[in-house]
C-alpha cells in the first residue's frame, strides 16, 4: 500500500463513528500507523488522557513502556520507528476496576487491513490479554500471568507484556522476574530493531 492509500485509509478511521452510542466521550480514534515501522505496539485501547491530547500513551502508563524499551519520546511517538495499533482505537469508558474493555468492532472492521499496511514490522509488543487472544490465538495460556512467563515461546518477533499501568505495580513486585530477565532482554531487541530502521532509511 501506498503513502496516499494508507492516508486514506487512516483518514477513513478517523471519520468511523461504528461505536459512538456505546462509548461515553464520543469517537476519537487514536493510533499511529506508518508502513516503514520496524515495531508495533499492539495494545488495548487509549486510556482518558490519550482520549483528551489525541496522543497514545500519553499518560503514566505510556512513560513506563518507554523505560521498558529504553527509549525517548522523540523515538516512541516517530511513527517511522514505531507504530502503535490498539485493539480498540477509542477511549471505551471507565469500569469498576479501571477502563472497559476494548470495543471489539474496531478490531474486527480495521485491523487486518491496517496490519497489511505494514510489511517491515520485526518485533511486535504484544500488551494485555485483549491483544494477546487477537495476535497469539491457540498459543495463551489461562492467565496473563502464565503467557508472559512463556515469552521465549514467541521471541524475537512478538513479546507477550503486562500492561505498563500503575494498576498493575502489585502484578509487578509478585513477578520482580520480568523486570530481571524480560526487560533487558525487550531493550536490546529494540535497539537492534530500530538500528536496522535507521540503516535501511539512509
Not at 478490531?107 to 487486518?112: E, G, K, P, S, V
Request: charged letters at 25%.
Amino acid at each position: 500500500m501506498n503513502d496516499i492509500a494508507l492516508k486514506d485509509l487512516l483518514s477513513e478511521i478517523k471519520q468511523c463513528r461504528l461505536c459512538e452510542k456505546d462509548l461515553p466521550l464520543g469517537t476519537r480514534p487514536v493510533l499511529q500507523v506508518n508502513e516503514k515501522a520496524k515495531i508495533l505496539i499492539a495494545g488495548q485501547a487509549p486510556g482518558i488522557k490519550a482520549h483528551d491530547s489525541g496522543i497514545p500513551f500519553d499518560d503514566a502508563s505510556g512513560n513506563r513502556l518507554r523505560q521498558w524499551m529504553g527509549i525517548s519520546n522523540d523515538v516512541f511517538y516517530n511513527s517511522n520507528k514505531i507504530a502503535i495499533l490498539p485493539m480498540g482505537f477509542c477511549y471505551a469508558g471507565k469500569g469498576k476496576s479501571g477502563d472497559l474493555p476494548p470495543r471489539p468492532e474496531c478490531a474486527l472492521t480495521w485491523r487486518n487491513e491496517i496490519l497489511n499496511t505494514m510489511p517491515n514490522i520485526e518485533l511486535m509488543l504484544v500488551i494485555g490479554t485483549y491483544a494477546q487472544q487477537w495476535h497469539m490465538k491457540g498459543l495463551i495460556e489461562k492467565s496473563l500471568t502464565e503467557t508472559v512467563k512463556q515469552w521465549q515461546r514467541f521471541w524475537p518477533d512478538q513479546l507477550p507484556l503486562p500492561h505498563p499501568s500503575p494498576r498493575n505495580n502489585i502484578w509487578l513486585k509478585r513477578n520482580a522476574w520480568f523486570e530481571k530477565e524480560v526487560i533487558p532482554k525487550l531493550q536490546s531487541r529494540v535497539m537492534q530493531a530500530l538500528l536496522e530502521n535507521d540503516v535501511s532509511s539512509s
